[in-house]
């Protein structure tokens, strides 16, 4: 009997201890569920970071930090329509230009991934956020983002590209590509010709990536 009761013992320890990371996730409070979400967003682990901002929602749903969270974690897993959802109520508890800049650059990335060219664009028109302003902010020190102003220019000026924007012989500046991959190049260029100007702008972009 007493060899019977031990087995008993040392599973119900092993079970313990074997789910003590979800045990522990329950009772975190929102600031480390928040924490912990980006630390496994930065290590790439998006479902583990999706899961951990839910969480904290469910514990204070009118902060905008688990909403921009699991907003990035779905852009990161290819769910740009799910992610607008997200992005669109963080703006409802936004506080800081921090918030406000981070849900811009998501929400603007997940409209870009979908397509929604000419909101990418009303999107920057609307909240007029200045570039100065994103150096205040960027790189977002509790999320560890290797992000900066530049993505958001690139964002936009991709956009104008696609909507057919090349330069202000087809849309006044600043809506047209070309005005925006000059505000992020050291040697501006002129317009000839969209193939031109494509290159341009992802020849920067594959400049940045080898940056990181």
């Excluded at 997200?86 to 936004?94: D, E, M, R, S, T």
Aim: aromatic share 12%.
């Amino acid at each position: 009997m007493k060899r019977f009761n031990f087995v008993i013992i040392v599973t119900l320890l092993v079970l313990a201890g074997c789910g003590g990371g979800i045990l522990s996730e329950k009772v975190a409070d929102y600031d480390s569920l928040i924490e912990s979400g980006w630390e496994r967003y930065n290590q790439m682990e998006y479902d583990a970071a999706y899961q951990l901002f839910i969480s904290a929602r469910k514990q204070d749903a009118a902060q905008p930090d688990a909403y921009i969270g699991s907003g990035w974690a779905l852009l990161r897993r290819q769910h740009p329509d799910s992610a607008i959802v997200l992005f669109k109520a963080a703006f409802n508890y936004a506080e800081s230009l921090a918030d406000t800049v981070d849900t811009i650059t998501g929400l603007s990335g997940s409209y870009l991934a979908r397509g929604d060219n000419a909101k990418v664009i009303d999107l920057f028109k609307k909240y007029e956020i200045e570039s100065s302003s994103y150096d205040t902010v960027f790189p977002l020190t509790e999320h560890d983002f290797l992000l900066d102003e530049t993505d958001l220019i690139l964002v936009q000026s991709m956009a104008c590209y696609r909507l057919g924007y090349y330069s202000a012989t087809e849309k006044a500046d600043p809506d047209n590509a070309l005005y925006h991959i000059n505000r992020v190049l050291f040697d501006p260029i002129n317009y000839t010709d969209p193939e031109t100007l494509m290159t341009a702008i992802t020849d920067f972009e594959d400049e940045r990536k080898g940056e990181f």
